[in-house]
């Protein structure tokens, strides 16, 4: 298939932000797209090169695209920044520019789907000297052959900022359009923008099937292969791979015990709620992958964590999941997250830091046994393989420590002894459910003490004044809304220290944000979403100067979330349910 009916849709796509408008223009694209280009151009539609699971990166940045651009386009690096400044958009930019060209030119080469994409991985394996330069001949090249408009979108994908509004509940509702819509008798009405769904059953039956098989294969890719190819039967038959990561199961937040009890039943696990990073450990033979909760690939990072799993897990083939908590070497005691969360970037000094700051992984779930999926069993099944294969070896690898029963005053107890031990709190279990993939429900629910600080996502940044003049020190924060969409909430400058060895720092976050930037007006500049901080605050106000309708009282920055990606960040549900909580206080 041409790129040049890809850049179509795109087009579309950016002329409407109805949700079901694109739905329906995504859905009738989907259906013409032969089956060997669907794979590759989800993966494009998405703005992506590579699924989210993959940690490799083209490692392009603005900067270097001004200078790819400068070459496709024959115009100097000066011109195309101001261009820039003035539109905030080097897509945009490449358009004009290359579309000047091409009228005196009259050149260009058509370019497919498959070439784009092959061209765009082949920038994440140029490394070594000299890499920057060939990246840029590899874009320029691109670009040179590219029309006006695939020039835009290309420039766009590179960079990760695709602007054309389309969420994964979109993706997933037009595979589900495409694929089954004529047997689900799908109709939809563009002048009212209303959809007739005739068995509305049946439909929620086949889109159960598309999300499950999703949160399975983290990738609509496969997904949308599989539904035009095998239907059905074949979203329900597909199975996780151990080395490709799946969504974790998420935890909503309840007040007390007795609320834990009335969602988990009695009775119920409880267990002691860590303060450390989630870990999602795939052992298939020797091979070792480690996790995050946004699916990043941090093996090389935690090599004790390797060490432990092949010694004290007593199954070849095995998906855990798992809270990693830093400790005291000379007293023993849990150390808050933030002691470890920089090992999660870091390339050199690995061996060192895991012997200053080592790691205790504490097991909590199984969602894979000997290479089959188990996510459909009950907990305590799936509690119950764990305790026949981790041997239990204190600050190396043990089953979180927990109680079973229904007993209230039991659970106050345990409650007390984990707080006392420097845990956040408790996570309640129902013992009958299964494991969700990328969900928050009832049959897994967490109680702690304190009001829940925030995990927010960096929109914009000022720079400061006086000896703070050099570095962005200011920073307007945003949750997410149901649909993707970004709600600023405050602003926060406190929190951060002057000196780089004094802990997290200003001129740190102005090395991460400057890459980011996408648009600057005097001293304040706009990023694009990709920091996530956690947030403290004394209270949540209403408010109408920000999008949520919300402001946070007395906001600091605690730390870098680097576990964590946008669309992991507290949402606006969870911004009115604390709000509604302090009312109730």
Known sequence: MHYSRLVEIYEKLDATTKRLVQTDILSKFLKEVDAEDLGT?????????????????????????????????????????????????????????????????????????????????????????GSVDKKISLVAELLTSAKPDEAKYLVRTILNDMRIGVGEGTIRDAIIWAFFGDKLKVKYFKEEHKVLIEDRERYNEYADAVQEAYNIANDFAPVAETAKKHGLRGLEEMEMQIGVPLKVMLALKVDGIDEG?????????????????????????????????????????????????????????????????????????????????????????????SEEMPVEVNVFDIINFRGKSIIGRPFEERKDILRKIIKNTPKKIILAKSITTSDKNEVEKFYREAISSGNEGLMIKK???????????????????????????????????????????????????????????????????????????????????????????????????????????????????????????????????????????????????????????
């Open 261 to 353: 009890f009335e969602r988990c039943g009695k009775p119920a696990e409880f267990e002691f709620k860590y303060d450390g990073m989630r870990m999602q450990i795939h052992k298939n033979d020797n091979d070792i992958r480690i996790f995050t909760r946004r699916l990043e690939n941090i093996t090389a990072q935690f090599p004790e964590v390797v060490e432990s799993v092949e010694k004290y897990v007593k199954e070849s083939k095995v998906v855990l999941d798992s809270e990693a908590v830093g400790y005291n070497k000379k007293t023993g005691k849990y150390l808050p997250f933030q002691s470890i969360s920089q090992r999660i970037k870091r390339k050199y000094g690995i061996e060192k830091m």
């Open 41 to 129: 151009t989800i993966l494009l539609l998405e703005g992506r090169i590579f699924p989210r699971w993959d940690e490799r990166e083209v490692g392009i940045a603005a900067k270097t695209m001004l200078k790819a651009i400068s070459v496709a386009s024959g115009e100097p690096i000066s011109k195309i920044n101001s261009e820039w400044k003035k539109t905030g958009d080097l897509g945009t930019v490449s358009y004009n520019l290359i579309k000047k060209k091409k009228q005196s030119t009259l050149g260009s080469h058509d370019l497919t789907v498959k070439k784009v994409l092959k061209n765009l991985m082949e920038l994440a394996a140029i490394g070594g000297i």
């Open 431 to 585: 013992l009958d459910a299964p494991y969700k993939p990328g969900a928050r429900v009832g049959f897994m629910v967490k109680l702690k003490p304190t009001k829940e600080n925030l995990d927010l996502v960096i929109v914009k940044a000022e720079w400061g004044e006086g000896k703070r003049s050099k570095w962005l020190s200011s920073y307007t924060l945003a949750c997410i809304d149901n649909k993707g969409n970004f709600l600023e909430v405050g602003k926060a400058s406190t929190g951060l220290k002057e000196k780089r060895e004094e802990g997290l720092s200003f001129a740190e976050m102005t090395d991460l944000i400057k890459p980011l930037i996408a648009r600057e007006e005097g001293k304040e500049v706009t990023i694009k979403p990709k920091i996530v901080i956690e947030v403290g605050y004394e209270e949540i106000q209403k408010s109408p100067t920000y999008s949520s309708g919300y402001a946070l009282r007395f906001p600091r920055v605690i730390g870098l979330r680097e576990d964590r990606g946008p669309e992991d960040i507290s949402t606006l549900k969870m911004m009115e349910s604390f709000y509604n909580g302090q009312k109730k206080k």
